[in-house]
């Protein structure tokens, strides 16, 4: 009986071990979770590998590979694949993948260009229950969903986003940052209401205000940002600066004492050319030079500082309207006689940059028009040229671009495509200049369902792209387009008592982009989206029109005739409609109106006024032109502050001046409103 007992005993002893060996040699079998890598990095493996793994795996893993694949086709821009595949996921999600898919979603509304929608995610995201790479993101997804817009709960969510990047990531975060300062005004960043211990954010705006105390003086502005950098060492921004301030850092004055004029000066655009070239002069010579009319010269100067050598212009036309020069800064525009001069409101005059007076830099004017571009240039770097005035043409700017010149170049226009090089910046008077500043003016004015009335024309297509496009910026949706034709054809509008209805079509600029499918080869355009088939169905509440002042006289009481005088839609014109000769009848016509045009001709410098109107005859499409020469040598004598120095600003003639990243040239206007037959400030 012993050794029985003795074998039960033993039996009983070994039983958990045996159970204990098995349960680990089971979980030796189990393969472990290597989902853990990717959902705490980057996920740097693409889509196909991660809906590999998706579909081989048969755990718990299954929805994290499934995570991953949407997080990878969202990084590749296959958004409709995610969005398909995010909603598929199961409704059973642990802690972590439940956040998980709250960023994703806000993800995938960002790339549907979704903002408001991924904001209104993100607002419900707790930040502090996400894991730090998450938090990276989050914060990522936050800025990015601001669009640009500076703001304060965008300061702060890239100073949240700084110590949880690094590498290149980091300094895009600090210039960031910096741009979104720098689009701030003093007075915007004064009003922002911080904590006593955002030590950060404090520092960063008192950057700022150091930055717009000094702007104008790149040597005081070096030794200004290194004192905050003494005063705020622990700042991001001091140990690692924005890099356009680094480039403060290393400014270098461009020399304008020998000064290259580019310019037609016979042809269709010599007019053009002439009317900048003497503004040009006028602004060097701090105005002491004669003027002569444009409208009547025999000759154009092809040489001045030295002795002056006459170029024949058989082909000078009077006025715009006779120079079919569709590529330079307008379509032409017809003039009226100037039999009454506009009222100016006092009100709207304010300081403009006077030209720095410098007779004794040396100038020589080259003709574009009698050879070759490059050849010009080449003549020009021979003659010891510091600085390149012009040339005018956009085609003449094409070909610049190619000659790869050396020499520091202001181009008096820009091509389609604008190419950032270190030594050219962009200076043009054009549509799209206006339609953008009008964009911003209409969108400040609380407008958010704008229609644009513009030509059935090139011109009125180039309007509608920009405008649309810098509406799409500012945050704006749809933008409807309305083309009208002939002064003709509007005159048989009122006659017939149709008017002008306040609906459109949309400008495909303003669409949001939906990815087409490819399937078997074929490419099946996207769905239309539910703002492109609403597109119209809202009321108007701004319309913007391009038209000269015969047309305006036309539009705006059809407007009345169809939309009846409490259509609550306000009206905007461009500079166009703003041409002499607007009598009181035409002032009464137009009441409630607001339009745009150039500080010089909106009160703000009135002795150029007259001196410019004097030179050309009272062509207000001319006297523009006169106040683009004068500007352009203010800006010639600031090259290298443009070029160098973050927020370059300007009081121009035509325009208040800065200038972007890749030194185009922008120009804010002035905005003015017909109120009781005179003119008043719009605002």
């Known amino acids: 009986m012993v050794p029985s007992i003795f074998y039960r005993s033993n039996t009983a002893r070994c039983l958990p071990i045996v159970l204990a060996t098995l349960f680990f040699a089971g979980c030796g079998t189990q393969a472990p979770d290597q989902t853990a890598p990717h959902m705490q990095g980057k996920a740097e493996a693409d889509s196909g590998y991660y809906l590999s793994q998706m579909q081989q795996a048969s755990d718990d893993s299954k929805t994290n590979w499934q995570l991953l694949a949407i997080r990878a086709l969202l990084k590749e821009g296959k958004t409709n694949e995610a969005v398909t595949l995010f909603n598929q996921l199961p409704e059973a999600l642990d802690n972590h993948q439940r956040n998980e898919q709250a960023l994703l979603g806000a993800e995938a509304k960002l790339a549907q260009r979704d903002y408001p929608a991924a904001t209104a995610l993100l607002n419900n995201i707790k930040p502090g229950d996400l894991e730090q790479p998450q938090q990276a993101r989050y914060w990522h ?13 965008l300061l702060r969510a890239l100073i949240a986003e700084e110590p949880l990047v690094t590498g290149a990531d980091k300094q895009k975060n600090i210039d960031t940052t910096w741009q979104t300062l720098s689009q701030m005004t003093p007075e915007q960043a004064n009003a922002l209401v911080i904590n006593a211990d955002e030590n950060t954010l404090q520092g960063w705006l008192d950057l700022q205000r150091v930055w717009f105390d000094n702007r104008n003086d790149p040597e005081l502005m070096k030794a200004a940002i290194r004192d905050w950098q003494t005063r705020y060492p622990n700042n991001p921004g001091a140990k690692l600066l924005p890099t356009p ?148 043409l956009k085609n003449s700017v094409e070909e610049l671009l190619k000659s790869n010149t050396p020499l520091n170049v202001l181009a008096l226009n820009q091509p389609e495509n604008v190419e950032s090089r270190a030594n050219i910046c962009y200076f043009a008077l054009s549509p799209e200049d206006e339609a953008r500043d009008a964009a911003n003016h209409i969108w400040q004015e609380g407008k958010r369902a704008p229609l644009l009335l513009v030509p059935r024309s090139a011109l009125g297509s180039r309007v509608s792209s920009a405008f649309a496009a810098e509406w799409s910026k500012l945050g704006g949706g749809i933008v409807l387009e309305q083309k009208f034709g002939s002064t003709a054809e509007l005159k048989m509008g009122i006659n017939s008592g149709s008017g002008i209805a306040l609906t459109g079509s949309p400008v495909s600029a303003s669409l949001p982009q939906q990815e087409s499918v490819t399937i078997g080869g074929l490419t099946i355009p996207a769905p239309p989206t539910d703002a492109q088939i609403t597109a119209g169905s809202g009321k108007v509440d701004a ?17 009345a005739m169809r939309a009846g005088s409490q259509s609550g839609a306000s009206l905007y014109a461009s500079s166009r409609s703003a041409q002499g000769g607007a009598g009181a009848d035409f002032r009464l016509e137009m009441e409630g109106m607001q339009f745009s045009d150039i500080p010089m001709l909106t009160g703000a410098n ?49 325009g208040e001046l800065t200038a972007t990243q890749d030194c185009v040239i922008n120009r804010k206007l002035t905005w003015l409103r017909y109120q009781q037959g005179q003119i008043v400030p719009a605002n």
């Open 141 to 153: 997804a936050v800025i990015v969903a601001s669009e640009g817009r500076p703001s304060l709960s």
């Open 245 to 392: 301030l680094t480039n403060v850092q290393k400014f270098q004055p461009a020399s304008a004492n020998k000064i290259a004029l580019l310019l037609p000066l016979n042809g269709q655009a010599a007019v053009f050319g002439r009317t900048i070239q003497q503004g040009f002069e006028a602004a060097k010579n701090a105005g002491t030079s004669p003027v002569t009319p444009v409208s009547a010269p025999a000759t154009a100067t092809a040489e001045t500082g030295t002795a002056a050598q006459p170029v024949q212009a058989p082909d000078a036309v009077a006025s715009p309207s006779q120079a079919a020069v569709n590529d330079l800064t307008n379509e032409p525009e017809t003039p009226d006689a100037q039999a009454e001069q506009p009222a100016t409101p006092a009100a709207a005059a304010t300081p403009t940059a006077a030209a720095p007076a410098n007779p004794g830099a040396e100038l020589k004017v080259y003709d574009t028009s009698s050879q070759p571009l490059a050849q010009v240039l080449k003549q020009a770097q021979q003659d010891g040229a510091s600085i390149v005035i012009g040339p005018l």
């Open 543 to 559: 319309a913007y029109i391009v038209a000269t002042q015969e047309e305006v006289a036309l539009i705006k009481p059809m407007i």
């Open 606 to 654: 009135p002795a150029l006024q007259q001196q410019a109107l004097a030179a050309v005859n009272n062509d207000y499409s001319l006297a523009r032109l006169y106040a683009m020469g004068v500007d352009a040598w203010s800006l010639a004598n600031n090259f290298s502050q443009m070029r160098q120095v973050p927020g370059f600003h300007l009081a121009g003639n035509t």
